[in-house]
């Protein structure tokens, strides 16, 4: 079988590694006429064939191959920490969170609340919070976001110069800009709480109803932003 990751899905073809018209008369039938297989197959003498190491997307695992060990389910489980909540019983440091809804139902007006009561240790309806800093990622609309928390500090009389909410004002490819984030993030002693507003603002996959790819948007995007300074909710 060989394999070709492309437009953001996993094409098949099974295939004698010895035959590789048979393949190519395959290839074309799926594709069209004149496209390019643009990798070889290591089995044929020959050709043009991709393979799985060169075109499914790369991933990063816990251990490397060479440190991997056994150890007692004592040792295990001595591993064990507690779970510690930046909102009672809701949400705890180190995670991912998902708000899931429908457009126009309120996501980000909760997430601006979310917001606002972490960063001044306000309860969340009946949820005590731990006061802390967030990091808001205004992607998907930031005139609004930016509307929305003027108002209600306006209606409220929140202090703004004082309150420890730290924005950033559109779209940027989060997995290329850690290093950068990570700087800043410790430059102001590291946050609590960083909303990502939405999600698909800063998706750069192609399909969004693809398991792999939201896997992997989560494992190598969203989840390193969890180990940033202050073990902060994401």
């Known amino acids: 079988t060989i394999r070709r990751y492309q437009a953001g899905e996993l094409r098949r073809w099974d295939l004698d590694p010895n035959d590789e018209e048979a393949t190519r008369r ?5 594709n069209g ?3 390019k297989l643009e990798h070889s197959h290591p089995q044929s003498g020959g050709g043009n064939f991709p393979t799985s190491a060169d075109v499914l997307p790369d991933r990063s695992y816990d251990h490397d191959v060479n440190a991997l060990k056994l150890e007692r389910v004592s040792d295990f489980i001595g591993n064990f920490k507690s779970p510690e909540y930046l909102v009672d019983d809701i949400i705890q440091r180190g995670q991912l969170v998902s708000f899931t809804a429908q457009t126009g139902t309120g996501k980000t007006a909760v997430s601006i609340e979310l917001a606002l009561a972490v960063a001044q240790g306000l309860p969340v309806g009946d949820h005590t919070t731990k006061k802390g800093k967030v990091l808001y990622l205004c992607g998907e609309n930031p ?16 202090e703004t110069e004082g309150l420890d909410i730290y924005c950033v004002d559109g ?3 989060i997995h290329e800009t850690l ?3 990570r700087e800043l993030i410790e430059a102001i002693g590291g946050v609590d709480l960083i909303v990502v507003d939405t999600l698909m603002a800063f998706f750069q996959g192609d399909d969004d109803n693809s398991n792999a790819q939201m896997a992997q948007y989560a494992r190598d995007t969203l989840r390193p932003l969890t180990k940033m300074q202050g073990n902060p909710a994401v």
Do not use: E, H, S, Y
């Open 171 to 173: 779209t940027f490819p």
């Open 179 to 181: 290093a950068r984030l």
């Open 33 to 35: 006429p004149g496209a």
């Open 143 to 158: 005139d609004d976001a930016r509307m929305r928390f003027k108002t209600i500090c306006l209606v409220r009389q929140i």
């Open 26 to 30: 395959d290839w074309n039938l799926k």
